[in-house]
């Protein structure tokens, strides 16, 4: 299956599954309920405590080369005034693979 969309209260979300495991669900086409500016809102998202915990050990489990280091540092900063971290920050501090920015 490649580039579905499926429908979810009169909005499209682009999902892939694959049987190479490159799956994903559009985070972009998801943060459009709540808002045209979905950049900010996903970055938004991203600075929160729950969310960096959970792609912390997502990436753990799946990610052999997960920056472990550079993710405990980010993890640090959550929640200290100024903290910010976008989807392609994360990417190259971490060698994160469970999130993609295009």
């Known amino acids: 299956m490649k580039n579905k969309k499926i429908e979810i209260n009169n909005q499209l979300i682009a999902v892939n599954l694959s049987e190479n495991e490159n799956d994903y669900i559009s985070l972009t086409d998801m943060s459009k309920f709540k808002g045209a500016e979905t950049g900010l809102i996903i970055s938004h998202w991203l600075t929160t405590k729950f969310t960096i915990q959970f792609m912390g050990v997502w990436e753990q489990m799946y990610n052999k080369n997960f920056n472990?280091?550079?993710?405990?540092?980010?993890?640090?900063?959550?929640?200290?005034?100024g903290f910010v971290v976008s989807s392609s920050m994360w990417i190259s501090k971490t060698n994160a693979i469970g999130i993609r920015s295009s």
């Open 68 to 81: 472990v280091t550079e993710f405990r540092n980010i993890k640090n900063e959550v929640g200290s005034n």
